[in-house]
């Protein structure tokens, strides 16, 4: 809980009230029915503590990724996991992140009381890393956070960038909660990766892809079991909860539906695209079902005059005033944004 300190993220309704809310990144075909069931049903079992050991998800979730069960750990939502992976690293070395990224890396390393550095994609190249990237020495740092999907750029990092990034042996935590929501969700050999590289950590998240931001639920994948043992001491014993449990399993089963409603989502964001590409804004390249673009007049308080909340990206390191990052919604909801976007620029 956050007390007497602003929210350096989207999503935050509760304070701006009845507003259509773009500033969040969940997919907009909303929560499965089979979810949905799972967590009505869950509630009678509530009374009891939540398995510590999270075995039914855990070995469901094994089974989808192809990896072994101990290589895997819960936690509540993918950012309490950036934290355990933060108290997890040694002392005395700063850890890199690749920039512009989620706040919550350089927080949780500033809880953990390791000196953050930054490597800045540059706008001119689509905020992408290239191979300039992986000229850099990594025995400098104890780790480095890289999101494929970016967040707010939406940049799907080229494999062999990643792969290079691993082959280094540095410690890499490979944040891909918005991979999913991709259309090509399978571009990394994810499985194959946590085998051959303890030295990675992959993080997925079940809130993104099945509107699961409520409930709470994502999974770090290593096979280093000695680190992975070191951020599990970090957690609490019962921080997955009986709700969030049921939910993840059930959500397992709904791939068929994933696929289907990330096909529309992309087929709306083609048309999205094109409307915004009618406005005085510069958009950079998403493979995510987030956009990020620039403008040069302020959108986002005549936006909040109209209930549309979008995200101010001013605060993202390496980027700055004029950036807004938008997600993409059904279509009725992307027009009211166009409508709107196009009465308050010039």
């Known amino acids: 809980m956050l007390v007497d300190q602003k929210t350096p993220h989207g999503g935050d309704v509760y304070t701006h009230g009845n507003v259509l809310d773009f500033s ?11 979810v949905r069931r799972a967590l009505a049903e869950a509630i009678d079992r509530c009374a009891q503590y939540p398995d510590p050991y999270c075995r039914k998800l855990r070995q469901k979730t094994a089974a989808a990724e192809g990896v072994s069960r101990q290589r895997i750990l819960f936690g509540n939502g993918a950012s309490e996991l950036i934290y355990s992976f933060a108290y997890a690293l040694p002392q005395g070395k700063p850890a890199l992140i690749a920039a512009p990224a989620f706040c919550e890396y350089a927080a949780a390393l500033q809880a953990a009381k390791i000196n953050t550095e930054y490597y800045i994609a540059q706008p001119d190249k689509g905020f992408a890393l290239d191979e300039g990237f992986l000229a850099a020495d990594f025995s400098r740092w104890s780790a480095v956070f890289l999101s494929s999907p970016s967040n707010p750029a939406g940049v799907v990092t080229d494999l062999p960038i990643v792969l290079g990034l691993l082959k280094t042996g540095a410690r890499v935590l490979l944040d891909v909660s918005f991979l999913d929501l991709t259309e090509h969700p399978h571009c990394y050999p994810l499985a194959e990766w946590v085998d051959a590289y303890p030295n990675l950590t992959v993080l997925r998240a079940f809130t993104k892809s099945y509107a699961m931001a409520g409930v709470r639920l994502g999974y770090a994948m290593c096979s280093d079991e000695a680190f992975l043992l070191r951020m599990s001491r970090t957690v609490q014993c019962w921080n997955v909860s009986v709700p969030a449990q049921a939910a993840g399993a059930a959500a397992l089963d709904c791939g068929a539906w994933l696929n289907g409603s990330v ?8 048309r999205f695209i094109q409307g915004l590409g009618r ?5 950079f390249p998403s493979a995510a079902n987030y956009i990020l673009l620039y403008s040069p007049e302020d959108i986002y308080e005549p936006l909040l005059k109209k209930g549309i909340l979008v995200r101010d990206c001013s605060d993202y390191i390496g980027l700055g005033k004029g950036y807004y990052r938008t997600a993409v919604r059904t279509a009725p909801e992307n027009d009211r944004l166009l409508a709107a976007l196009a009465e308050v620029l010039p």
């Not at 969040?24 to 089979?34: E, K, L, T, Y």
């Not at 096909?263 to 083609?270: I, T, V």
């Not at 406005?279 to 958009?283: A, E, H, N």
């Open 24 to 34: 969040s990144n969940v997919n907009p075909a909303g929560m499965p029915d089979r």
């Open 279 to 283: 406005l005085k804004v510069t958009l």
């Open 263 to 270: 096909a529309q989502l992309h087929r709306e964001k083609r």
